[in-house]
């Protein structure tokens, strides 16, 4: 992002690619997103991804356990920076079927 952008009213929005299993997911669920939430945890304690998606329509493949998720970060029309790849441990569902978090 260019220097001044935000000053200029000209920022970025910010962006992510996620992958699962090595295969890139990313346009699948960007419109379902409802939430995506990074714990960077200190010391030895592991790391958290959190995502939370839409599935009101009951349409939603949901990822089996042990499954790797990759994260990056970043703006759109800029790179992105990797922030880690985590195993799918752990799989909820909310509401009336319209919310699922993994």
Do not use: C
Request: glycine share 10%.
């Amino acid at each position: 992002m260019m220097a001044g952008s935000w000053i200029n009213g000209q920022a970025n929005a910010p962006a992510f690619r996620l992958t699962l299993a090595g295969a890139d997911v990313t346009q699948k669920i960007e419109q379902r997103l409802i939430s995506l939430t990074l714990t960077d945890n200190r010391g030895f304690e592991a790391d958290q991804l959190d995502i939370e998606l839409d599935d009101a329509d009951g349409q939603l493949m949901m990822p089996r356990r042990g499954v790797e998720l990759s994260l990056a970060l970043g703006w759109k029309g800029e790179a992105f920076f990797p922030k880690g790849t985590y195993t799918v441990d752990e799989i909820e569902h909310s509401g009336t079927a319209a919310r699922r978090t993994g």
